[in-house]
């Protein structure tokens, strides 16, 4: 019955009226609480009715939700996250891991940074749970800014090392920081006051962020190449940008999405795909780097249409930066210098998908 009288009140409030001359629409929705006598203050109805509602908003708006104890406790979860990321920057809970980025010989010509929150009670808190909190509030501006500072403070000391030095780093950047007024200023003060080699630094972007503004994102793009840095479209092929982004945008790397290298040497479909970002990324001068490379099946299909730069759990995990200090043969990696590498043995390749596939559930990539 309080289901239907809901459903009564959402119709006739979503009827257009009329205001002076003009007509109204209205997309109401309605958070509701059922009570049952039991001991609950107004203070907690009206608390339970609110998380309701904005559940219900949540869901598309003109909809009905009635409050459900196990998302109250989700709902408080979140809250609670919010708040404690609030004063993470503050006290120095986050942290920058690095993964490898690889070349034929296996040995590292690059690394993606990924950002870390590490709780004080909880221990290191999944990127997939804290990234969108980030963006939802805004939070995500200040990190991002000392996301790209320590990254670029990491690059100058990587330096002084004849083995990191050539080096490149990659980061992301979410669609919010590249369009704040300050971001290239911002970029340029870090690179000058780190001394940035040219061509070291690389921002990863994705194709969401090419959707607003095009002209604005030409030109910010543009004022940084003219600083050296590089651009990489991340997670290529996910999104909706048409090829006529790769035209207009100065853009120096593709990175085909794990999702598509996944079955990649099991699946004709996603070998098509992969071949094909390749092809057209060979046509058009630009770099490719294959996300997501757990086993050497996988290494061995994508090597064979052409790739020769790959990253993933067969190559490293992310790592703190300390632990990039060994050698590349201390840190397990084959050199097979320019040839092509060796069909894989079916035992390692099993052994591997069992062992990454439980790394890459520990620390999921961030966007």
């Known amino acids: ?17 009329q205001l002076d001359r003009a007509v109204v629409n209205t997309s109401p929705s309605i958070g509701a609480v059922l009570f049952h006598g039991q ?5 907690e109805l009206l608390k339970q009715a609110d998380i309701s509602l904005y ?28 708040e404690d990321l609030r004063g993470a920057l503050q006290y120095e809970q986050f942290e920058l891991f690095y993964q490898p980025i690889v070349g034929l010989s296996r040995h590292t010509v690059g690394v993606e940074v990924l950002l870390r929150w590490r709780h004080p009670q909880r221990g290191l808190v999944s990127p997939a749970e804290f990234i969108p909190i980030l963006e939802r509030t805004g939070l995500i501006v200040p990190v991002g800014q000392w996301v790209i500072e320590q990254a670029c403070a990491q690059l100058q000391r990587w330096s002084q090392d004849p083995h990191k030095a050539r080096w490149q780093v990659a980061v992301n950047v979410s669609a919010k920081q ?10 340029s003060d870090a690179l000058d006051r780190h001394d940035i080699s040219l061509g070291q630094l690389k921002l990863e972007i994705t194709e969401s962020s090419l959707q607003e503004n095009l002209q604005e994102t030409v030109e910010k793009m543009h004022q940084l190449r ?47 795909i992969s071949k094909t970002v390749l092809d057209l990324a060979s046509n058009m001068g630009l770099e490719v780097v294959a996300e997501g490379v757990e086993t050497e099946s996988q290494f061995w299909a994508l090597t064979s249409q052409g790739c020769t730069l790959f990253q993933g759990y067969l190559f490293g995990k992310p790592e703190p930066a300390g632990e990039f200090n060994e050698q590349p043969s201390q840190r397990g990696e084959t050199s097979y210098g320019t040839s092509m590498p060796p069909q894989p043995d079916t035992h390692r390749q099993a052994e591997a998908d069992i062992t990454d596939e439980r790394a890459s559930t520990d620390i999921p990539k961030e966007t």
């Open 178 to 187: 590249f369009r704040q007024p300050d971001f290239v200023d911002m970029v």
């Open 55 to 82: 559940q219900a908003k949540g869901a598309g708006r003109r909809t009905v939700r009635f409050f459900d104890p196990a998302v109250q406790e989700a709902f408080q979860r979140r809250l609670a996250a919010e």
């Open 226 to 272: 003219a600083k050296g840095v590089r651009f990489a479209i991340d997670d290529f092929g996910t999104g909706y940008s048409s090829l006529a982004y790769l035209k207009a945008l100065p853009i120096d790397v593709l990175k085909i999405d794990r999702s598509f290298v996944r079955h990649v040497d099991s699946d004709a479909n996603d070998a098509a």
């Open 1 to 17: 019955q309080a289901g239907r009288l809901c459903e009564h009140i959402l119709h006739e409030l979503c009827e257009p009226f």
């Open 39 to 43: 001991h609950v203050s107004p203070q």
